[in-house]
């Protein structure tokens, strides 16, 4: 075990170039992108398919289907068609992290119970109503689960950005391999893990936030004493 | 009022949820929809608020057709209180009441304002507003539900089950809030239930349905029990009814003996307040006292229960007044029978 590369102060240097703070902010900014893209495309498309019922088997199969796609091979497909640069790059991470996002907005929306939905209606909501203020927030702990482990995912996946010639954490990896420096390919899989930790815990926190308390169990349970 | 103009529902498939239903629900008065499980009660319900669209027929909430308004304005003007409540689970319960006073365009604090009032009326403190539906009982969730109804005080009510997911004990008491409620409110209700005690409990009026969405009879609870149309009827009211129909009368017209005729010695109080019956040396008590306001019922049972088949009635002061024997009731009722027969004749 060498840490010498992940404590060198000189890598620490905000300025620095092919430092750890430059490596992780496009890192992240890769992640971020990915997440973004990703939901855009997958959250609407997952919600419609839990709403209406129909298409469903897209839901399931495109979950199974995502997962078994090795990224390093879709990425250097889209490279060998699009030529190098950043969009096969967001490409291949977002074929990642659609599957679980799509696949918990569907299982979220499938998980309501119909008849606050049948409540919600006969209150006189009407459709957009019915889907941002009752069924959406209902559903958030499933969608929010399955945004992070979409977010867990591409963290550790965003690595492969640095195959193709771009920045990022596994810029780490791949140099430190290239020229045998092992020091440097641990401080990478050290930094990316404590990155997806912390991230991980940041959505917690974000979790906690927008879920309501009325769901996540955090409000305290009913006393047994009043009955009525 | 609410009234049903040969309306007709056939699901895709063709199954017949409600067959040439025509019924009119009374202005201020509740009226309980109730039949077997399939009976189309809650397909016709559902239909008032456009929940389920008919096949072919009218329905009119004071005379205007309800399929020609638009159905999310429709349903804010009309309260809708389901089975287990389907309260929001991500709402606390003031903010579940305030619901509706804020589709209807209400600032949050005139809703909440609302909602708090509406949480008192329906025997919830204030304590109860901040929590969420998982932190209340089935019987706290139910009331929540009707307050979330009542809160932008619409004249016409659905309620689809309400009672049903909670114990009898809790039930019984939701029961007479609800009725103590409506007196107050005098709300234009149906409600769907399979329970029929609870229906000739609660409703003005009552309309039993039979298996493919027919209609079997539309009355009061009373011509129910004694009149049923046909065997259907009789048969879901059930084999009490005779004795449940007394309920519907007072003991007013009740002729009574003197306090001697009982057979043994009525020992009273200085006051002239009945204690007992001394049979045999010893003073047994009586099993309770009606007064002229009691039901037949009442008077019936406490008939089977005197230890000398006596009922004892007491004025408004307490002091007893006369006495009903077991020979007295059944000739009382044999009259009244036959001379409901004779109305029914004429």
Redesign the interface.
């Known amino acids: 075990m060498n840490l010498s590369y992940l404590f060198d102060a000189a890598h620490w240097d905000l300025s620095a170039p092919g430092g750890f703070p430059q490596l992780i902010l496009a890192h992240l900014g890769y992640v971020a992108l990915a997440l973004l893209i990703g939901t855009v495309i997958a959250l609407p498309v997952g919600l419609w398919i839990g709403h209406t019922g129909r298409g469903s088997f897209i839901a399931i199969n495109s979950g199974n289907a995502g997962r078994s796609l090795p990224t390093l091979g879709l990425l250097m497909l889209m490279v060998t068609l699009l030529g190098l640069g950043l969009t096969p790059v967001l490409i291949a991470l977002t074929v990642l992290v659609i599957p679980p996002i799509l696949t918990s907005a569907y299982a979220g929306m499938r998980s309501l119970?119909h008849?606050?939905v049948?409540?919600?209606?006969?209150?006189?909501?009407?459709p957009w109503?019915v889907l941002f203020k009752?069924e959406v927030?209902?559903a958030?702990p499933v969608l929010m689960s399955g945004f992070r482990s979409a977010a867990l995912q591409v963290v550790a996946t965003a690595t492969v950005a640095a195959a193709v010639g771009l920045s990022g954490l596994g810029r780490l990896l791949i140099d430190g391999l290239a020229v045998n420096d092992y020091s440097r390919v641990l401080a990478g899989a050290i930094v990316v893990a404590v990155l997806a930790v912390l991230l991980d815990l940041l959505l917690a926190l974000v979790q906690r936030w927008i879920?309501?308390?009325?769901?996540s169990?955090r409000?305290?349970?009913?006393s047994r004493r009043?009955?009525? | 009022m609410i009234t049903f103009e040969d309306v007709v529902k056939i699901y895709p498939g063709g199954s017949t949820a409600v067959d040439h239903l025509s019924m009119e629900l009374p202005t201020g008065k509740m009226t309980v929809l109730v039949g077997p499980s399939g009976c189309g009660k809650t397909t016709s319900l559902r239909m008032i608020n456009r929940m389920v669209e008919p096949t072919s027929g009218r329905i009119l909430i004071d005379g205007r057709d309800v399929a020609g308004q638009d159905e999310a304005l429709l349903r804010r003007g009309i309260g809708y209180v389901i089975q287990h409540a389907g309260l929001f689970p991500h709402k606390t319960v003031l903010d579940n009441v305030a619901t509706v006073p804020l589709l209807l365009g209400k600032t949050r604090r005139e809703a909440r304002a609302a909602a708090l009032e509406l949480l008192e009326r329906v025997g919830l403190a204030a304590e109860f507003a901040g929590r969420y539906p998982a932190q209340l009982s089935g019987g706290q969730q139910q009331r929540v539900g009707v307050a979330r109804a009542l809160a932008a005080d619409p004249p016409v009510m659905l309620m689809d089950e309400p009672f049903s997911a909670v114990d009898p004990v809790v039930r019984e008491g939701l029961h007479r809030e609800f009725l103590r409620l409506q007196q107050d409110l005098g709300k234009t209700i149906a409600m769907v239930t399979h329970d029929i005690d609870e229906a000739i409990k609660l409703g003005d009026r009552v309309a039993v349905f039979r298996q493919g969405g027919h209609l079997a009879q539309f009355g009061t609870p009373q011509e129910l029990l004694e009149q049923p149309v046909d065997d259907f009827v009789a048969e879901f009211v059930g084999r009490d009814r005779g004795l449940r129909s007394l309920s519907f009368d007072t003991a007013a017209d009740l002729p009574v003996s003197p306090l001697t005729d009982g057979g043994a010695e009525l020992v009273l109080d200085e006051a002239g307040r009945p204690v007992g019956w001394r049979l045999g040396g010893v003073v047994q008590p009586t099993a309770g006292v009606f007064t002229k306001a009691d039901s037949l019922r009442m008077v019936t049972d406490l008939a089977i229960m005197s230890p000398v088949g006596v009922a004892v009635r007491v004025g408004a002061d307490g002091t007893a007044d006369g006495l009903v024997r077991h020979h007295d009731l059944v000739d009382f009722l044999a009259t009244r029978r036959d001379r409901r027969a004779a109305e029914q004749e004429a």
Not at chain 1, 219 to 222: L, N, S, T, V
């Open positions: 119970d008849r606050v049948d409540a919600a209606k006969g209150m006189g909501m009407r109503q009752v927030p209902m958030l879920v309501s308390p009325g769901l169990g409000a305290q349970p009913r009043a009955t009525t």
